[in-house]
């Protein structure tokens, strides 16, 4: 997109400070469309990000309208039937241990704390998890894929991918929410999207102008000191 057709669409007057710490997974979005040429346009952005060797591994799937609509109620129909199925990868550890378990359980809890919905609600989890794969009702949804037979080093680079996307939206208005939850379907939706059995799912994303109003969009998750994860250096080890 050139920058007279990108001058079209309002932008947001967000220091990279603000655009960094002001993103969170929204979880309520408007029904207000997204025009493809924005979408594109956040999309061009996104990719100037790094990638070792200038690989650029990233390949994205958009969604909106009917087609959105239909993949999100073939996927309704198997989770509300089965439930979700295997994942071809695991996003997360095969075996949970401190601290990563207790700040994913007090991401969830403060998450459905949030909505109301106390320990003993099985279903009201349900419910919320089953939004998912509504993509929260944003209007358009993302896919992400990758080719087979790129290693670690190229799934960092689609991370990094990732990140400019979501925050390059917020110049224009829009938020985000990254979901690796779709890969629990990634079967159905290789099928459906018709990616090639070459590439594999890495995760979802919903994109579209947030609902302010939304109880859930006041959830935001903490975030650990820099002396927690930071060590500064003073002398090398013989």
């Known amino acids: 997109m050139s920058q007279a057709a990108a001058s079209k669409f309002p932008e947001r007057d967000i220091s990279v400070d603000e655009a960094i710490r002001g993103r969170k997974s929204t979880r309520a979005f408007l029904k207000k469309p997204v025009p493809h040429e924005l979408i594109a346009h956040i999309l061009d952005i996104a990719?100037?990000?790094?990638?070792g060797s200038n690989t650029q591994p990233w390949k994205v799937w958009v969604l909106d309208g009917k087609v959105k609509d239909d993949l999100?109620?073939?996927i309704l129909q198997i989770y509300d039937t089965t439930g979700e199925g295997k994942r071809e990868y695991n996003y997360y550890p095969v075996n949970w241990r401190d601290p990563y378990q207790a700040r994913r359980r007090a991401c969830g809890w403060g998450l459905y704390s949030?909505?109301?919905?106390?320990?003993?609600?099985?279903?009201?989890?349900?419910?919320?998890?089953?939004?998912n794969y509504e993509f929260f009702?944003?209007?358009v949804g993302l896919m992400f894929s990758i080719d087979r037979d790129m290693e670690l080093g190229s799934w960092l680079d689609c991370g990094m991918f990732l990140q400019s996307v979501m925050v390059a939206?917020?110049?224009?208005?829009l938020e985000t929410c990254p979901q690796a939850a779709f890969c629990s379907f990634y079967e159905i939706i290789q099928k459906r999207l018709g990616i090639p059995e070459s590439e594999m799912?890495?995760?979802?994303?919903a994109l579209g102008y947030p609902d302010e109003g939304a109880t859930v969009n006041s959830f935001t998750t903490e975030r650990e000191p820099l002396d927690v994860f930071v060590r500064w250096v003073k002398e090398l080890k013989v």
């Open 114 to 131: 949030t909505m109301g919905i106390t320990r003993e609600n099985k279903k009201g989890m349900h419910e919320q998890r089953r939004q």
């Open 47 to 51: 990719n100037r990000a790094p990638s």
């Open 137 to 139: 009702g944003a209007p």
């Open 201 to 205: 799912l890495v995760c979802g994303m």
């Open 169 to 173: 939206a917020r110049q224009f208005g």
């Open 72 to 74: 999100v109620r073939d």
